[in-house]
């Protein structure tokens, strides 16, 4: 059974760094493309980074620079290195994975992590 | 890059069937199939409904069905339910970022 399961959110103060991590499993991550979606409390889905099996990653123009997504075979977990925090980073994250056969959806999320940027 | 333009709300009766539209531009809805459907309950995280613009992953029931024409895609849920009472985003591919990818504003269904 695929399942992901991210960890690391939490309060944290602007300019401040976090770290995020998802475990898998049911899957090996580096076959999928895996991607971090975040959604801001009332707001949409936004897409913030994802990462190909080859290992080319993006970000969206919001976070770029300031947040590195990664990946760890041997834990078969991603992780997205958030930098310089800004209040407008204050989401919920979800780790999602990318489905087989197509590039541009996914088919498993976890339950999400809430990223709160207060002082 | 904007996000794609979706009703704020749509309603239904059980039983009926509704269409939430998904409209975009030549750059990503209107010039590639690659247009999915997500449905998200409160506090839950997102579920696939639709991928390639008609395509259901396995599980999903066939009340749901995507379609598209021109730039705009559309998802269609039939026979009505209250357990489709949710948010519901649009996707696509868009060819304007290096991130490829694009949400819809969202819709709220209410049964």
């Known amino acids: 059974e695929v399942q992901l399961v991210e960890t690391g959110g939490g309060l944290i103060q602007p300019g401040g760094t976090l770290r995020l991590s998802c475990a898998a499993s049911?899957?090996?991550?580096?076959?999928?493309?895996m991607s971090w979606v975040r959604q801001a409390p009332g707001k949409g889905l936004e897409l913030v980074s994802v990462?190909?099996?080859?290992?080319?990653?993006y970000y969206a123009d919001s976070v770029k620079g300031r947040f590195t997504i990664s990946r760890d075979n041997s834990k078969n977990t991603v992780s997205l290195q958030m930098n310089s925090l800004r209040a407008e980073d204050t989401a919920i994250y979800f780790c999602?994975?990318?489905?087989?056969?197509?590039?541009?959806?996914?088919?498993?999320w976890g339950q999400g992590t809430l990223v709160t940027v207060s002082s | 890059q904007s996000a794609l333009t979706q009703p704020a709300s749509v309603s239904g009766s059980p039983g009926q069937s509704i269409t939430i539209s998904c409209t975009g531009s030549?750059?990503?809805?209107?010039?590639?199939?690659?247009v999915s459907w997500y449905q998200q309950h409160p506090n839950k995280a997102p579920k696939l409904l639709i991928y390639?613009?008609?395509n259901r992953p396995s599980g999903v029931s066939n009340r749901f069905s995507g379609s598209k024409s021109g730039n705009t895609a559309s998802l269609t849920i039939s026979g009505l339910q209250a357990e489709d009472e949710a948010d519901y985003y649009c996707?696509?591919?868009?060819?304007?970022?290096?991130?490829?990818?694009?949400f819809g504003t969202g819709t709220k269904v209410t049964v």
């Open positions: 999602a994975r990318g489905i087989a056969g197509s590039d541009y959806a996914f088919d498993y």
């Open positions: 996707s696509s591919y868009t060819a304007s970022t290096a991130l490829s990818f694009v």
């Open positions: 049911g899957f090996t991550v580096n076959i999928n493309y």
């Open positions: 390639d613009v008609n």
């Open positions: 990462m190909y099996s080859g290992g080319s990653a």
């Open positions: 030549s750059s990503d809805v209107g010039g590639y199939n690659y």
